[in-house]
């Protein structure tokens, strides 16, 4: 990012490419609409290339990227009080994850297909700050510091959210075991 802010055009390339990913995730199974986490992809991504003049390090990249993303869902939350969302877009289809990469997909047979099917389900169920926890966890690779740091809670707090999030979790999938 300071090579970026530096006037580094190439850096920008490089950023986006090894983070579009885990953002976009972390945007889709927050608000679980495509359509919509597609727009808040954009922002988040414009969001930053309007805040690279006056970007200083203060925290892991990822934490400040993750941070805007952050900020960026709960604007929108805030706007349009989106308390409950479906896992399902306005069509009624299951939201795919576009930008996975074809390793993560489950293995074909039945049984990945349901193992992962029911790891969703268990996702989905969770409240949404610890399902919020897992997911920068996740797919951001951020600590327990930098997920409290990017929500705005207090360390233990987070730490909180994420064992609760992976007990339910680890509970809902004993049956795979």
Not at 79 to 90: G, I, K, M, P, V
Not at 104 to 118: K, L, V, W
């Amino acid at each position: 990012m300071l090579h970026y802010r530096d006037g580094d055009a190439g850096a920008f390339d490089a950023l986006y490419a090894r983070h579009r990913g885990g953002v976009y995730r972390y945007l889709l199974r927050q608000c679980r609409n495509a359509a919509l986490a597609d727009e808040l992809f954009q922002d988040v991504w414009m969001n930053l290339i309007r805040a690279r003049a006056g970007y200083t390090v203060q925290a892991k990249f990822a934490t400040y990227l993750y941070r805007i993303a952050h900020n960026r869902l709960m604007d929108h939350f805030r706007r349009n009080d989106a308390a409950s969302l479906s896992l399902d877009d306005e069509s009624g289809a299951p939201v795919e994850d576009p930008v996975a990469p074809r390793s993560a997909e489950p293995d074909a047979s039945a049984a990945g297909r349901e193992q992962a099917a029911q790891l969703l389900a268990l996702l989905d169920a969770l409240p949404p700050e610890q399902r919020e926890a897992f997911v920068l966890q996740q797919e951001g690779g951020l600590s327990i510091e930098e997920i409290a740091t990017t929500t705005g809670v207090t360390r233990e707090t987070a730490k909180s959210r994420l064992r609760y999030a992976l007990v339910k979790l680890r509970q809902g999938m004993q049956a795979w075991r």
